[in-house]
């Protein structure tokens, strides 16, 4: 690789934030964006969400956990995305995009709610379907979005028990199958606010594409 060509690689394109509540695979989303070109924080800070690019609500873990720790943020995520900043989910993080979950730690507790964000719920994988969902499965882009360009048939990794279930079909970006058909990938109907079911940050080049996908939307 020539010299030039590394120094586009390192090259910074957008200012983006990871999102610190506790909850997820912080370092290993960061250096993914690294690559992809960001210049990233991790922060927990509301003031660095709005001076950002793009900000990463990056997860691992239950639903309701996730919501709790999140909760001191909870307004300035809301922020983030009626400011039409980009605002990318990440696996559970995705997942607290929807309005509620059907995750909750104990029965009969009831749904959890949301950031309702992205109007739909998480369900449970069916019964007698092994879960976790676990390992490599192939994306169907579904309609047109940045964050999807280039990927369509690719391969990505998951680990989840749960799917996103959006009240509107046009919320659905790229879907895949495991026993059924289920979205990997949402957006509103702004397309500021997305998430990806499966963890980019392992998923190799298709990750990667899908970071500098979302770097190029940050830096517009």
Known sequence: MSTQSRKRERETLADVVVVDYGLGNLRSV??????????????????????????????????GEGMENAESVRDALVDVAE???PLFGICLGMQMLLTESEEAEREGQGDVK????????????????????????????????????GVDGRYAYFVHSYYAVPDDEDAVVATTDYGRSFPAIVAND??????????????????????RNFVDLCAE
Do not use: C, Y
């Open 30 to 63: 960061s250096r993914g964006l690294e690559r992809a070109g960001a210049s990233v924080s991790i922060d927990s800070d509301p003031e660095a969400f709005a001076a950002a690019d793009g900000v990463v609500l990056p997860g691992v873990g239950a639903f």
């Open 114 to 149: 949301g950031l309702d964000l992205i109007p739909g719920r998480n369900v449970r994988f069916e019964a007698g379907q092994t879960v976790p969902h676990m390992g490599w499965n192939d994306l169907s882009v579904q309609r047109e979005h940045p964050l999807v360009e």
């Open 83 to 85: 400011s039409d900043t």
């Open 190 to 211: 702004d397309g500021t606010v997305f998430g990806t079911q499966f963890h980019p940050e392992k998923s190799g080049e298709t990750g990667l594409t899908i970071l």
